[in-house]
Every structure is written in structure tokens, then in C-alpha cells.
């Protein structure tokens, strides 16, 4: 027997895999045909988590907002497509909601062939190691936003590259009164 109305129409000696077979079945009839969980578009949002798993999502938060959940899931292929690349790296923090990011590599390898002037507009640092890259987002980030920026940028980026600066000093925090200083964010760089 069924919930409500709905009378079996297996014989009796039907096995518990029949009769789980006939209501799954019945459901379907009821709700309109099978629910396609491969379509982040269609997916319910308590599956999305295990759509992503199943197509090598690296990273997942539960606390995103539905939307970046399913772009983060849209973006996952491409993801893989482009892994290794700083169009891979773009492209993953862009679908987890971190936007338009700007990934420098080779920072401070300008040659000396007279096309700057020294005037003092430009700073002199030593320049990078050919790994290193940095990241300058196009949004202010906690500190745990930084730390999870972290894991997706491992999860991305070449293996024989390391993070040197993660920045978001163009897009910083004010000194208006409005952010507490509570430990949870910075100024800029992290």
C-alpha cells in the first residue's frame, strides 16, 4: 500500500525491490517525470553539492549563495578544461563569486631599454621568481575568503607555481566607521 489513495497493484508476493520500484515509479508519474540532477540549471540545491562532486568539482562551500552554487557548478568543466592556465584560474574565481581577477606573472622582470623614464613614478622591487604570481581581485575579501581563494587557486593553478600576493588593495576597505576592526579582515594585501 501507498500514502493516501494509492493501492499497490503488484500481487502479494511481491518483493520489497518491486514494490520500491512501483513507488518510485508512481512518484514520477505524480511530479512530473524524472528530475535531471546532470543540468546545473534544473538540479534541485540540495543536490547541487553532489553534482559537483560528480563532475570533479575541486572545491565546494555550502555557504554560497544558490546562484554562485550553480555558476560554480556551470563553470566546472571549462574549469578542468583550462586547469593550469591563468584562464583556468580567472575562470574558477570568477564561478565561486570572487570576479574579474587580474593574475600577474613575471612581476618586476622590466627590461632596461630606455622605454620608462626614471622619474620616480614607478617603484624598483626585485623582480618575482619565474613561479610566482599574484592575484589582485576586484573586490574586498575577509580573511577566511582569502584562505579559501587559497584552496582554489591550489586546486587550479600549475603545480610548479606558488601564490606570492593575493591583493585587493585597489577595491580596499574605507576608514569610514563602518567595518569593525574584529580580527576578520584586512587592509588589502593577504
Known amino acids: 500500500m501507498f500514502d493516501g489513495d494509492i493501492v499497490s497493484v503488484l500481487p502479494r508476493h511481491s518483493t520489497e525491490f518491486e514494490l ?15 528530475v535531471n540532477t546532470w543540468n546545473p540549471e534544473t538540479c ?37 578544461r583550462k586547469k593550469g592556465t591563468i584562464g583556468g584560474v580567472k575562470l ?3 564561478s565561486a563569486g570572487y570576479g574579474d581577477a587580474i593574475v600577474l606573472e613575471r612581476y618586476g622582470w622590466d627590461f632596461h631599454d630606455g622605454q620608462r623614464s626614471r622619474d620616480g613614478s614607478i617603484r624598483r622591487y626585485p623582480p618575482d621568481h619565474w613561479a610566482e604570481y599574484r592575484v589582485i581581485l576586484a573586490r574586498p575579501i575577509t580573511i577566511a575568503q582569502a584562505d579559501q581563494v587559497r584552496e582554489i587557486l591550489d586546486a587550479t593553478a600549475p603545480t610548479r607555481c606558488r601564490l606570492k600576493a593575493l591583493d585587493f ?22
Not at 23 to 33: E, I, T
Not at 66 to 72: A, F, H, I, W
Not at 179 to 187: A, I, N, Q, V
Open 92 to 94: 574558477a574565481l570568477k
Open 20 to 34: 520500491a520500484l512501483e513507488q518510485a515509479s508512481m512518484w514520477l508519474a505524480r511530479n512530473g517525470g524524472p
Open 44 to 80: 534541485p540545491p540540495e543536490f547541487l553539492q553532489v553534482l559537483s562532486w560528480g563532475l570533479s568539482g575541486d572545491f565546494w562551500d555550502a555557504n554560497w549563495a544558490e546562484d554562485d552554487q550553480r555558476s560554480y557548478v556551470r563553470a566546472t568543466i571549462d574549469v578542468h
Open 169 to 190: 588593495a585597489q577595491a580596499a576597505y574605507l576608514y569610514n566607521a563602518r567595518l569593525t576592526r574584529d580580527g576578520t579582515s584586512t587592509r588589502g594585501i593577504v
